[in-house]
């Protein structure tokens, strides 16, 4: 079982639409919860930070659920530039590597 | 700030050739990380280093891989004798501290092509 799963998609979803990504880690000892976008053929960059009482920027939402070891993305009225594919990423206390998920893939159409 | 830079971008190498992949970190970004990324999937973790001192090689998948930083700032990911399952994207990353909360930053990747 991968450490970190997230479904693939595609999430084909209309501007405007709310989409919402789930992800789920294996590993309890998990300390930290990050989100990261990656645009076609670029490198990650780190969208939001998930904290156990939630938190929102803008139209996004993170969560993080310890019981279930679940972590969630809520996106609000999507934009067309919020096509990406979005990892789902963590990290285990003393260790400095990320584990990544595979990624969810977003298409939004006009 | 100039960000992480990475070179060359793009690599084709025939079978059994070897490669050198130089990643250039954030100044003053003490930690830098590399991930290897095949396609449709996500990065998977190589190698990390704090300062010049390689911590955790325990992602390297053979060790025809070999990374090293020996002052602590570029760093150079070897490969040697290239299999076509080497193909992928090559990810350095580095990050101002060790500590997990600390944001890692990407560079743009080396494309490597093992023909």
């Known amino acids: 079982r991968k450490e970190v799963e997230q479904d693939p998609g595609p999430f084909n979803v209309p501007e405007g639409a709310t989409v919402a990504f789930n992800c789920t880690y294996s590993n309890s000892a998990s300390q930290s919860f990050f989100w990261y976008r990656q645009d076609c053929r670029k490198e990650p960059k780190l969208l939001m930070s998930v904290y156990s009482s939630g938190n929102e920027d803008g139209r996004f939402t993170a969560q993080l659920n310890r019981a279930s070891q679940y972590i969630s993305l809520l996106i609000r009225d999507s934009k067309l530039s919020d096509s990406a594919t979005y990892l789902c990423?963590?990290?285990?206390?003393?260790?400095?590597?990320?584990?990544f998920g595979t990624g969810t893939r977003l298409q939004v159409f006009p | 700030g100039a960000g992480v830079s990475q070179s060359p971008r793009y690599k084709v190498a025939k079978r059994g050739q070897d490669v050198a992949l130089r990643c250039d970190p954030i100044s003053g970004h003490v930690s830098l990380f590399w991930y290897q990324q095949a396609l449709g999937q996500g990065p998977e973790f190589l190698t990390y280093f704090q300062n010049e001192a390689q911590l955790d090689k325990s992602g390297l998948p053979s060790d025809r891989f070999f990374a090293e930083r020996p002052e602590g700032s570029v760093s150079t990911l070897k490969i040697q004798r290239t299999q076509q399952e080497d193909s992928a994207v090559y990810l350095c990353?580095?990050?101002?501290?060790?500590?997990?909360?600390?944001?890692?930053?990407f560079g743009p990747g080396t494309r490597l092509t093992v023909t």
């Open positions: 990423v963590v990290n285990i206390p003393g260790l400095g590597k990320l584990i």
């Open positions: 990353a580095s990050s101002l501290r060790v500590d997990s909360f600390y944001e890692q930053y």
